[in-house]
């Protein structure tokens, strides 16, 4: 008999302020963080800064 592995992901993330000038928050809620990174873009695709999450609220430097 055949199986189908079904691997779904249910992951809510709220990131804000929107606009932001100082800090951005990312908030992972009760998410498994073993394997969750960010990675931030600019405007143009250019990456900016990419780094494993460590806890289920993360704040990000934007002021650079």
């Given amino acids: 008999m ?4 079904n691997h ?3 992951l809510e993330v709220s990131a804000y302020p ?3 000038t100082n800090y951005l928050t ?3 809620g009760n998410t498994a ?3 969750l990174n960010f990675k931030l873009y600019d405007i143009t695709g ?3 800064e990419s780094k494993k999450i460590k ?3 993360e704040t990000i430097d934007m002021e650079n």
């Fill in 2 to 5: 055949l199986g189908i592995d």
């Fill in 46 to 48: 250019k990456l900016i």
């Fill in 33 to 35: 963080l073993s394997t």
């Fill in 18 to 20: 929107n606009p932001t």
């Fill in 55 to 57: 806890s289920s609220i």
């Fill in 26 to 28: 990312l908030n992972i």
């Fill in 8 to 10: 779904a992901i249910n």
